[in-house]
Nanobody
Framework: VQLQASGGGLVQAGGSLRLSCKASGYTFSRYGVGWFRQAPGKEREFVSAISWSGDRTFDTDSVKGRFTTSRDSGKNMAYLQMNSLKPEDTAVYYC????????????????????WGQGTLVTVSS
């Protein structure tokens, strides 16, 4: 079971990036996916999540209206589209898969995610 996140980079404030998360080794379509980030010197925090079916998403308040999470389970992929980026969005972004099938985690508890990608760095310059 592996997750590989990609798509990070350097972008100016107001710009956009799309992160991708590629899953392999299990039945991806049964599991919800979460996106988290960790800024330098700070704890890892929840950003967004999508249900196993893709019909429900949850975002932390600071990214609502700017970030959109989606998935294509046929391709074992999840995405985080980030628009109107701000310097405070600078962080290493991680995708993760929930420990239990067919569950939803609107509160973004880190301990409910059992498989993590390696992270991809997003840097937003002012």
């Amino acid at each position: 079971v592996q997750l590989q996140a990609s798509g990070g980079g350097l972008v100016q404030a107001g710009g956009s990036l799309r992160l991708s998360c590629k899953a392999s080794g299990y039945t991806f379509s049964r599991y919800g996916v979460g996106w988290f980030r960790q800024a330098p010197g700070k704890e890892r925090e929840f950003v967004s999540a999508i249900s196993w079916s893709g019909d429900r998403t949850f975002d932390t308040d600071s990214v609502k209206g700017r970030f959109t999470t989606s998935r294509d389970s046929g391709k074992n992929m999840a995405y985080l589209q980030m628009n109107s980026l701000k310097p405070e969005d600078t962080a290493v972004y991680y995708c993760a898969v929930r420990r239990q099938q067919y569950t939803i985690g609107a509160d973004g508890r880190i301990d409910e995610y059992g498989v993590w990608g390696q992270g991809t760095l997003v840097t937003v310059s002012s």
